[in-house]
């Protein structure tokens, strides 16, 4: 059987910030409210005026992958992106992130799992490397949240940010990288969590519009709930699977969605928080990105070998856990 591993990272994230003051001035909320209920001190937002959105964030982060990993982009087999914030209804982000840094060889889609996003394609990708069929796969998640958030909504629009995290899956002969999943989907969690206009169902009109269901819904309590017992019975699970005990982990990294779940989730793990990645409090919820930024924010601190489980909750509802050894040493 052939292991597939991660083999090098890249990022991109704006420069623009939204901290937890300047939402003081446009809703009604606070910075006591907000750091305490989620954990959350700021996010980056998009510059939309620049183009500054999913297509060249994805684009951006591929592209310092590429550059810190020596890769030929016609090497290239395939492109995959997750996100449910593409910046055309069709084609796909991934077929023009392919165009935009000369990977002609490659073909690309988009996964829309929402942030579950990143876990769904990184297990499409490494099933591609599994089969045989290719050998350099990107897995990008990558998500412009400001695009579809409504700046009147406290409930939400304090939760999520912008920014893109990408990874290339290849065959690894030392025996490290994907080693298991768990993944789960529940279509009933459509009530608690979901964007109703712009689709088939209810398209752009003017009515829909000034409906304003062209934003993100979530009620929130139940996804919390919900959030906790998915990360943390799949986490179990895959330790299960491999005969594994939490304390020979040497990271989980959560999706990042509320400090309050990712606390609960390591303590129904008996796991420290010191060995859970954590990039919450300076970007928020950036939905697919959010596991591939925490790789990339803790990469230097990483080694061969590392036992790493990633976990998410999302819109769906969608979750599960991936089970892991990490390839390389440091920074690349
Ligand atoms: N500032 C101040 N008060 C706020 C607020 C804000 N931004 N947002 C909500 N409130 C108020 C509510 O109106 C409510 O007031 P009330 O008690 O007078 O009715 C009170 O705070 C508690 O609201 P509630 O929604 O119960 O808060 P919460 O503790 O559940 O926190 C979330 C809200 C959204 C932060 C939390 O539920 C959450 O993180 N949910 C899961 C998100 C998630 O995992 N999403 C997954 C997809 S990735």
Redesign the pocket.
Known sequence: MIDVAITALGKYLPEQRLTNKD?EKM????DE??TT??GIKERRIANKEDGEVTTYMATKAVEQLIAKRGLDPLEIDLIICGTITPDLRFPDTANAVAHNIGATNAFGFDVNA??SGFLFSLATGVAYIKSGMYKKVIVVGVDTMSSILNYED???????GDGAGATLLEANVEGNGIKDQVLRGDGSGIEF?HMKNGGALNPITKENIDSGDQYVF????P??KR?VQGMSRTVKQVLANNNLVSSELDWIVP?Q??M??INSVADQLDFPLEKVMQTIENYG?T?AA?IPLCLNDYESKLKKGDKIILT????GFTWGSIYLTWAYDGEL
């Open positions: 939402l809703v009604d909320t606070n409210w907000i209920r989620t929402a942030c406290r409930s939400t629009c304090i939760i999520f969590l979530q009620d929130g309590r996804v919390f959030a999706h969605a509320n309050r779940i919820n939905t959010t998410a909750f999302g819109g």
